[in-house]
């Protein structure tokens, strides 16, 4: 049974900084791409970030220079590392893992709140 686990979100206040995790089981980590996506309230789901099995990375251009996505293959876990967080990055966070067309899953989000 596959899982992904999201865990890291809160409540922080506009400029602060949260580390995100998502740790994976069921699936072979290192063969799948990952990505980070967000959806906001009344939103659709958007891409925040990816990195794939070999370890190339792609942002959003709302998060460049801000957001670092990164995995830990040997312990099958993501990271999303946020940084000057704004009150628009407020949103329920997703962990994504592709694998082609053979797999494609998702966490249950974690959320992240930007407040003063």
């Known amino acids: 049974q596959v899982r992904l686990v999201e865990s890291g979100g809160g409540l922080v206040q506009p400029g602060g900084s949260l580390r995100l995790s998502c740790a994976a089981s069921?699936?072979?980590?290192?063969?799948?791409?990952m990505g980070w996506y967000r959806q906001a309230p009344g939103k659709q789901r958007e891409l925040v970030a990816t990195?794939?099995?070999?370890?190339?990375?792609n942002y959003a251009d709302t998060v460049k220079g801000r957001f670092t996505i990164s995995r830990d293959n040997a312990k099958n876990t993501l990271y999303l590392q946020m940084n000057s967080l704004k009150s628009e990055d407020t949103a329920v966070y997703y962990c994504?893992?592709?694998?082609?067309?053979?797999?494609?899953?998702w966490g249950q989000g974690t959320q992240v709140t930007v407040s003063s």
């Open positions: 069921g699936i072979i980590f290192s063969l799948y791409d």
């Open positions: 990195i794939t099995s070999d370890g190339s990375t």
């Open positions: 994504n893992a592709t694998y082609g067309n053979y797999g494609r899953y």
